[in-house]
């Protein structure tokens, strides 16, 4: 089965030994995903729908590096900081999956790798 490494090119994928996705015959895991930026910097400030927006075009972008799409998605996986803000975290996820409805799930962590980052994402997807 031929296995495919997607690349985001940020420094950190080198440093710890991970890809931002792995396609392995039918089958697509995105690594957790945040808003952080080229330049270290959070996207979207304190602004949960602008963070998880972001979250959800990076792991679109990582989903068409590996050949597939959102339509392929199967499940999503969203790490909060806060889920008192899980209205917002929802929007955005809506925006991007209403009509694909994965199975997914939301839990709050108590923090993630910056302070800023308010949210984490992963998807898996399996081709048709």
Not at 79 to 94: K, M, N, P, Q
Not at 98 to 114: F, W
Request: with cysteine; charged share 25%.
């Amino acid at each position: 089965m031929k296995r495919q490494i997607v690349s985001s090119g940020g420094p950190w994928e080198d440093v710890v030994g991970y890809s931002r996705a792995v396609r392995s015959g039918a089958f697509v895991a995105v690594a957790g995903t945040t808003a952080a930026q080229p330049d270290g910097t959070v996207f979207g400030g304190n602004d949960a729908y602008l963070q998880a927006k972001r979250c959800f075009e990076v792991v679109e972008r990582a989903l068409a590096d590996a050949g597939v799409a959102l339509q392929d998605v199967v499940r999503t996986r969203m790490f909060v900081t806060d889920i008192s803000r899980w209205e917002e975290f929802s929007l955005a996820h809506g925006e991007f999956f209403r009509d694909i409805r994965p199975a997914s799930t939301m839990v709050e962590v108590q923090r993630l790798m910056s302070p800023e980052m308010l949210i984490e994402v992963e998807a898996d997807a399996v081709v048709p």
